[in-house]
């Protein structure tokens, strides 16, 4: 069942691509695993996804500790500071950094362990209440001061757009971020390289491709399996 969902996830991607003229490869399909078992994520290992994303450490730590070390696990949840120190060298890309209180403890488990840590800075888009993330207008000031940290990486930014019955709805939400990561990419900020856009999920992915892919900036998007 989950090969087939995925396979048409995957046919729909690529049809996405080709009405916006964009290549298959500047699109990342991340595969949402949370509260899914071991088993179904097994059952995608002969196929090429290797993108899995969890919202909780706990969670990741499990997977990561009993499946292949090649699969590259996203953090996409809300991460508290008192559970960094286990997700720093499991997960290939934290989705959601949205303080820079939260940035200063990733880059002093990442000295720590001598590793760097890319991340993403979750923008609340719509200004929802009851989400996570920055504002618009707080993501640049955001941006610099991470920059500044040592060990760890801004490599773009990621949202969950609000829930809505017609994906149309968060077209404008998804041009919007983008123009943001393409003006901060120009001011080029040392050390912040601006070059994944993580956005769509499992009901506005084909809108998020055709609003988000662009030249140099490869898109995630987060769809559950
Ligand atoms: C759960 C989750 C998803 C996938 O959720 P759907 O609504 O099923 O698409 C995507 N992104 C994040 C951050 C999530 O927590």
Redesign the pocket.
Known sequence: MVVENLAEVERRVCAACERSGRDRDEVTLIA?S?TKPISMIEELLPGKTRDF?E?KVQELCEKYEQLPKDIRWHL??HLQRNKVKYVVGKACLI??VDSLRLAEAISEEAVKKQCDVPVLIEVNVAGEESKFGVSMEETEALVRKIAKLPAISVRGLMT?AP?VENPEENRRHFSNLKKLCVDLKRKNIDNVSMSVLSMG???DYEVAIEEGVRISLSLSM???I
């Open positions: 949402v949370k994303g919202n996409i949840g989705h959601s969950i829930f999920m499992t009901g987060r769809i559950s």
